[in-house]
């Protein structure tokens, strides 16, 4: 039973991002290439991008400093 409830949310979740495609958000996009701000958000994703990286290789940095020590 709870397999199939998994999967009906897996299939609900799939479906609902293919339907998420909205036309406003293309024409955003457009606007934002057309105006030259596109190289912004993308430069604010690769730093986000970076620092959650940073952040995940510094906590598995300090685990193996933990299990070491036992």
Do not use: H
């Amino acid at each position: 039973m709870p397999q199939k409830i998994m999967s009906a949310l897996a299939l609900w979740t799939i479906q609902s991002l293919c339907l998420a495609q909205n036309p406003q958000a293309v024409e955003m996009a457009d606007a934002f290439r057309a105006s030259g701000k596109i190289y912004v958000v993308v430069v604010v994703m690769l730093i986000v991008f970076v620092g959650i990286l940073a952040l995940l290789w510094r906590i598995e940095q300090r685990l193996k400093r933990l299990e070491n020590e036992k």
